[in-house]
């Protein structure tokens, strides 16, 4: 997708400033549009760093799953497209050894090895995805959700090369048409754009928890990382987590309770 020629003399005038005042000038520039694109009222939900826990031995069914994803998909207008070529995906299902490439062993119990995780972007604390992004197009908001401006994505992918979690999807074709039931509170996407989960900020600003939350009947966990009085604090004192891949230094904002035992 070409970038259009609004957004092209802004950032190419954005880009001359570079040079004088260095790249704080031009982020502000170019996230101003973004960030207003979400206007949070009194009522909106704010923490200094979000976070969530997924604890995996409360999704007991493939139902289960499939309410959280359907919760997530159908208020984002995330197209049911029916072929893994094409697909896009803002939360899915994967087994253990793909989760979790690097902690995998032959002596994982049965019930965790066959179990299926739920995954999503991790909204990461130093997202590779924002230092790649030419355009800004991919940036991180003061409250650590990796935010995206779909109007300012002009496809070339680099976010989906440099995100180590698989979390990002292109539309190599129109997704519109393969909408089932529009959402009309959220806006729908076009050929050549990348997407991915956003931690429902357009509902954190009207003071909603993410769906999949919401879908979850208590296995999802939401809240202030910073805050130790938070839910996600506690689920993490008292439980022991994991982060997919935290070798490679992103430090993923999403944890995972693989069992329901407290510590002793």
Do not use: Q
């Amino acid at each position: 997708m070409s970038i259009n020629r609004r957004n092209f003399l802004k950032f190419a005038g954005a880009s001359t400033l570079i040079g004088v005042t260095g790249t704080a000038v031009i982020e502000k520039i170019l996230l101003t549009d973004a960030e207003a694109a979400v206007s949070p009222g009194s009522e909106a939900l704010t923490a200094k760093r979000w976070a969530m826990v997924i604890d995996v031995s409360k999704i007991k069914t493939e139902d289960d799953y499939k309410k959280i994803i359907h919760a997530c998909h159908s208020i984002h207008n995330v197209p049911d497209i029916g072929n893994k070529k094409d697909e896009v995906k803002w939360i899915w299902e994967e087994d253990y050894e793909h989760s979790f490439p690097g902690v995998s062993d032959e002596f994982v119990p049965e019930s965790i090895e066959h179990k299926s995780f739920l995954l999503l972007c991790n909204h990461c604390a130093k997202p590779a995805c924002v230092r790649v992004c030419p355009t800004k197009a991919t940036f991180k908001r003061p409250d650590g959700i990796v935010a995206m401006d779909y109007h300012r994505c002009i496809g070339c992918r680099f976010c989906m090369a440099a995100c180590p979690y698989g979390a990002r999807s292109f539309n190599w074709r129109d997704p519109r048409p393969f909408i089932k039931e529009e959402t009309k509170e959220f806006p729908t996407r076009m050929k050549g754009v990348v997407e991915k989960c956003t931690f429902c900020s357009e509902r954190l600003a009207r003071g909603l928890k993410p769906a999949c939350v919401e879908a979850s009947n208590g296995a999802l966990v939401f809240g202030d990382l910073e805050d130790p009085n938070s839910e996600v604090r506690k689920a993490l004192s008292a439980h022991y987590t994991l982060r997919r891949k935290p070798e490679v230094g992103t430090a993923p904002s999403v944890y995972y309770v693989i069992g329901g035992n407290e510590h002793a």
